[in-house]
């Protein structure tokens, strides 16, 4: 018997290793054309077309007290989310009170309502695994909800009472003023957020509501009394746009809705002020943040921009991708090639209803903080001067329309969307005319709009960076005035 079992397990290795020599043999001759038609280069990749993206079955109704409503089904996971959009914003807050918007939204989240105080609020939530959010931002108002689908009726209803019977508490709003000066106290910690905050300020104007920072004065200024009073200005039925994604019945949504939200009337009438003026305040010009302890320049230089409707936003589109990225002019010649910078970006900055920024710059050695300077503009004005090759045009065409399906990634995605461009009055196939006029792009279109758009000339200049490692000196850059120093202190409460 032990014989038979040891020739057995002899037998059954010899059998188990021509079959894996065999096995090894197929495999390689079956894979032979394939590694011969497997491309040289990522040039000779090829890829079927993006297929043609379509918007997803939803429903826009009113209520009767105004409130805009967006819904979409989506019962792929047993989940419920929304957000309820307001029209209006912290460039609405007084400029002695400056940070009083941001304050309002976070003491209306953390305080809870009457029938709910902000700790058993947040218990409810948590005990559900739900989460209710709120932030008001520079040009709209979001209060946020989400959870499982069994939880819609509570969590909503949770949504609906903060809402409607915010109760703004003393003790929250100190706790919100204290943290507040927190994030003062460490705004210049770093330099990147240096330079980003400063620019904003050199092209808008630091009194302008897109660019003023909140400050120990504004925030000491700001009682409860405010927060009651932005809220009721602001918080009404017919200046909110509800979005609901998830998997719900339609049916039972809107009876959820309008049993919650349909009763609502404000106390007083929503007065929506006009929108801030907008204009470039300085027209060119060297700006610098003496920062000693650096040993690197953080470089940012900008016009102003524009808006997402312009009727060239694609060709300005395709216009960034030219420039921007890997892959783009800046990265390619000032990194790569002339070893300028650490990193390199220009962009064409949009927003919606007012001029965002074109914005270029990067992060350098302190002593080639002059020439990537130099390098970044003559890209600027090359881009004006010659037209692009072929093979820049399709790149930057196909990194945007690639880019395009993260547009629709999920219903979530395609909510917002609906939702931001019924609150700035944009046609719900902005995206898709987008779509097709990058299509359409041209080399021509390309130099034409960054002859008509791109303004070397008067781009403001702001270094942050240690003055005495930077060679050439900063004033080699503009003879004909003379570097200006901006006092980043934060000023004492």
């Known amino acids: 018997m032990l014989t038979f079992n040891i020739f057995s397990t002899k037998k059954s290795k010899l059998l188990w290793a021509g079959l894996l020599l065999l096995t090894m043999v197929v495999t390689i001759f079956w894979h032979i054309p394939a590694i011969a038609a497997t491309p040289k280069h990522y040039t000779d990749l090829t890829f079927p077309p993006l297929p043609e993206l ?92 989400g959870g499982l689908s069994e939880d819609l009726p509570t969590v909503f209803g949770l949504l609906a009472d903060l809402i409607r019977n915010p109760t703004f508490p003393q003790d929250k709003l100190e706790l919100a003023k204290t943290q507040a000066k927190g ?33 120990y004065s504004t925030l000491n200024k700001i009682n409860r009394e405010d927060l009651v009073n932005f809220y009721q200005q602001y918080f009404h039925p017919e200046t ?93 010649n000032v990194r790569s090639r002339q070893g300028l910078a650490y990193s390199v970006y220009g962009s064409w900055g949009v927003s919606y209803d007012y001029p965002g920024i074109f914005n270029a710059g990067g992060q350098t050695r302190s002593e080639t903080t002059v020439p990537f300077i130099q390098g970044v503009k003559a890209e600027l004005e090359r881009l004006q001067k010659e037209p692009i090759k072929p093979e ?60 008509q758009y791109l303004k070397p000339e008067n781009l403001v200049i702001l270094i942050v960076g240690n003055e005495k490692m930077i060679n050439p000196p900063l004033s080699s850059l503009d003879q004909k005035s003379k570097v200006t120093t901006i006092d980043v202190t934060i000023p004492g409460s």
Do not use: C
């Not at 409130?67 to 914003?89: K, M, N, Q, S």
């Open 54 to 145: 379509q918007l997803p079955d939803y429903e826009r109704y009113q209520l009767d007290n105004g409130i805009t409503v967006y819904l979409i089904e989506d019962h792929e996971l047993p989940l419920v989310g929304g957000t309820a959009l307001f029209r209006t914003g912290d460039r609405f807050e007084p400029a002695d009170k400056v940070g009083l918007a941001s304050i309002t939204a976070e003491v209306m989240r953390n305080g809870g309502t009457s029938q709910h105080p902000g700790d058993q609020f947040n218990q409810i939530l948590e005990d559900k695994a739900a989460y209710i959010e709120a932030g008001i931002h520079t040009t709209s108002g979001r209060i946020s909800f």
């Open 183 to 215: 994030g003062i106290a460490r705004r210049n910690d770093e330099p990147e957020e240096i330079a980003g905050r400063e620019l904003v300020k050199l092209i808008y104007g630091a009194d302008s509501p897109y660019a003023r920072t909140t400050e």
């Open 240 to 332: 909110m746009i509800l979005g609901v994604v998830g998997d719900f019945d339609r049916q039972k949504m809107k009876a959820l809705i309008a049993e919650k939200l349909g009763d609502w009337k404000p106390s007083q009438k929503a007065v929506i002020p006009p929108l801030p003026s907008v204009s470039q305040v300085n027209t060119g010009g060297v700006f610098f943040v003496d920062q000693p302890q650096l040993t690197q320049s953080y470089v940012e230089m900008g016009h102003l921009g524009g808006l997402l409707n312009d009727p060239n936003y694609p060709e300005l589109s395709v216009m960034n991708n030219v420039i921007d990225g890997f892959g783009g002019r800046l990265f390619n």
């Open 392 to 451: 820049e045009l399709t790149f930057a065409k196909e990194s945007t329309l690639n880019s395009f399906i993260f547009n629709f990634e999920d219903p979530g995605q395609t909510l917002s969307r609906l939702m931001q461009y019924e609150y700035y009055g944009y046609p719900k196939d902005f995206i898709f005319d987008y779509q097709r006029q990058v299509e359409a792009t041209t080399i021509e279109d390309v130099q034409r709009v960054a002859q």
